[in-house]
């Protein structure tokens, strides 16, 4: 196609196939790190701690809490760490909270574009490996100490089964059998689930499980916010089965977290 | 130097518009409707897998008739410049007046300025906030825009069907009402058997993303109800 004049839509443009990035990336839109050599040491941006995720037995749980330090400060009690990113599929995010929120916006959109122009969803496989190209593309900013981990689950619909991948901040990606954790207080998670895991639980069990998790994770790392009854701040938790992504209600996180803070003691 | 033959600009026009009717005329066409939860495009679509109505956003939604290739073309430059727009903005900036007028310029200039214009016709719908109208906007082969209402078709044969329906159209149908008139009025006027439907839904409800295809089971549902067809 020849050249068209500047105006309207760019449809000679070089063509970027079905990716959303690549498309910002040929408009001159994506984000280029031009940051200084050593530590950002003046730098102390807000981050976000505790995310993980478990399998069960009708598909894949995914949570975190809902706390961002600044150093030694709490500079959020209710940010959102666990984003659906599309029908089938939810992302959670550890890190520098300002880049992970804009990784996870990114995400989100790529996978719609990539379903709208393509007529069809991509692959849960898919979906993991560019969401580890995206990791990948911040590592000048980990090497300033702004590294973003996320946490992705989603249900696979062509094995039919939830799936858990944990990522490095290389990029690295790595698929998890039974359950995944990222953030500050994700050692303490992992040993909590290390016991409490348990091959095709039903759902309730799950939702309690990942709760103790998250209950276990604050009552040992500081980072963390555990549920806080007082003020009314809950963990969020999400779901993902063969019938797609759904929210688990606070009624229902709000007795589960009773329980777990009662049992924690 | 060639000093080429003179031809007044009416008569480039006329030949390069007569030449994109042409090429329309030879595919067919698309019904789109308001029915009681939002709007419904329809189109008579023999396979299963070159689709003609997709979703560019939220709510709003592309249909085209003519060339494949070209209307393709628009449609993923309609869905880039949509998602870079609610990327960069908010989703709330994306409009199908602003998609429509990029559509329609970008028509305008291939019109006069290419070796041949596209041969296609556009619809942009958009479904509206709640208590707030919908919006239907056509965009032709050399890039006029026109605001529709209600229900209108677009296509070689869009003179005809649009008169049909808009002669049984009546506001407030369910959605099943609206597709099952739709066919009748496809069926009617192509006097012949048709062979398969396309056919989506912008539909006010809980999600954000309004677009749904109607699945082949629903449609046969609707189409055996029909004796007509």
Redesign the interface.
Known sequence: ??E??N?????GAPA?GSS?SD??DS?G?APRWKVPAGPAQTLNPPEGTTVLACRYGDGVVIGGDRQATEGHLIAHRRIRKVYRSDRMSAVAVAGTAGLALEMV??FT?EL??YE??E?AMLSLEGKANFLSRLVRSQLPLAFQGLAVVPLFAGYDQTSDQGRVYTFDVVGGRYEEKQYGAAGSGAVQARAYLRTAWKPEMAEDEVVEKVMGALVAAADVDVATGGPDLRRGILPNLVMIDRGGVREVSDDHLASVAEAALREGQ | MNPGFYVTPEQLVRDRAEFARKGIARGRSILAMEYRDGLLMLAENPGGSLNKISEVYDRIAFAGVGRYNEFETLRKAGIRQADVMGYLYSRDDVTALGLATAFSQTLGVIFSHEAKPFEVELLICELGLEGQPNQMLQISYDGTLLEGREALAIGGKADVLGTALRDRFEPGLDRNAALRLGMQVFAETERRPLDGWEAAVLERGPARRCFRRLTGPELARVSEENPSS
């Open positions: 196609m020849t068209l004049p105006w309207g839509l760019p449809l970027p959303f498309l910002l408009l839109l916006r990114l959109v719609e574009h709208k122009i007529g």
